[in-house]
């Protein structure tokens, strides 16, 4: 089989958000992993969360983009969070596709999980074709 990109972890962040801030170092922890791309969505006040995710890491900073919309609410219900609050994480596929969702704090456990999914989207069909 050949060597498949890897998933990525995306987190949805906003500076007003006091969860969202807890979470800086688990997602930092998952970022410095190997095999791990991790996307980090900027909200709102792109230059204050800019420099605290710099302050937690500086692959964090290198990881947001920003896609500051009409309303933040807006954009996460997009991105498949009913509810339309923080915090929010997903995992995506090489393909873009959503493998699975999370509202809530984000645990290293938890993100594993998140990017497990993907995977498990992967080796499932494999298995089925036997």
Known sequence: MADLPP???EVFYSPSCAPCRLELPVVAQIADGQGV????VILDQEERAR?????VSPALETAAATRIAASPNELLREAGDDK???PYARSLAASGEVCARWSGGLTLSRARSLLAACAQRVISPLRSRS
Do not use: F, K, S, W
């Open 7 to 9: 998933p990525v972890l």
């Open 37 to 40: 791309q991790v996307r980090i």
């Open 84 to 86: 339309g609050i923080l």
């Open 51 to 55: 420099q605290e995710l710099r302050e």
